[in-house]
Structure formats: C-alpha cells, structure tokens
C-alpha cells in the first residue's frame, strides 16, 4: 500500500531538509519541489495529500499556484508558510481553504499537527471526488425522461403531481424512480435532492 504523500514546494534546501525529517516521522512519503511550474507539470487530479507551499515561489506566486489547484478540483489539501505574515494574503488562503497559514520560523508541533490534519482531509475529499465522478458518470448514462423526473423530484413534486405533468401514469413514474436510483446506485431519491443542495451551495 502506497504511504500518503507529503509535498514541498519551496527553494529553501534547509526547508527541505525539515520537512523531510517531518514526512518520516509521521510515516509519509515525501517529494519536493523548488519551483510552481515543475510541480504543476507533475500534479494530477490523481495527486492527493498535503502540499507544504511557500508564499514566494521563483517563478509565481504561491497563491496563484493555489488557485489553480482550486480551480482543478484537486483533492489536494494545502498549508501556506512565508517569511513574513501579510493579513490580506492569510485571509485569502484561508478563504480558499487552506488547511492554515503558518509564518515562518514555525513551532515544529504545529506544522506536524497541521500535517497530519491535512493528509486526514486530503484523503476524505479524495474519496469525495470519486463518488462525485461515478455519480456523474452514472447519471449520464440515464434516459432523458429519467433526468426529466429527477427535475421535478428535486422541485419536491409528489409521483401523482409528476403523473400529471408529463401525462403518464403514476405507476410508470414509479417504475423511472425505481430505474433512476438503480442506475445511480442509490438506496433514496433524498440523496439526489442532497446532492442537488450541495452543488447550489458551492
């Protein structure tokens, strides 16, 4: 089994070296990185685990490389450290939900804490990610009818209401919710409603 990862983007060799010693004493795996273009050209929506992003990259700045793991979904969690604490840039990691923004010299048991925390977080939204894909990949598959009701399901209409709408029987509504939650490998038509919820709210 593949240990969880630990990564490190920051062109401080002696960073380098601490943080290596924190990867071993926590039990991960550790890689790092000296620049935002060789780690972006290595990281994939596969790539999960804690990335450790210093503020101040050679090449751009840290927080730009943190949108674009934002913007691609990644399962990745994030922890930010610099040289130097600046309010608006603390605000706007941790609004994109960085795991903490630490100022450099940081207290040892922290970071490992922070570490730690974010490998449980990584691994939660990585399996949150997959669910999401065989979802989606499952509710393409469904019939236009089929996504037609889920609409009206979501909208909280009753079977007899739906019936009507569409000017089928309520039985035959009834066999499309059986297929639908078949389909989507679900045990409840609340779960797509849930779903649905969600996807509003971000």
Known sequence: MNKPMLYLLDDDPSICDVFERFADVLGLGFRSFTSGTEFLKFCSPETKGCLVLDIWLPDMMGLDLYDQLCEQGSALSVIVISGQADIPLTVRAIKNGAVD???????????????????????KRYAQLKANAEYESRYAKLTSREKEIISYLIDGSQNKEIAKELSISRRTVEAHRANIKAKLGIRSISEIVKRSFLSDQN
Not at 101 to 123: A, C, D, Q, W, Y
């Open 101 to 123: 923004f630490l100022e450099k010299p940081f207290t040892n048991s922290v970071m490992l804490e922070r570490i730690r925390h974010g490998i449980e977080l990584s691994e």
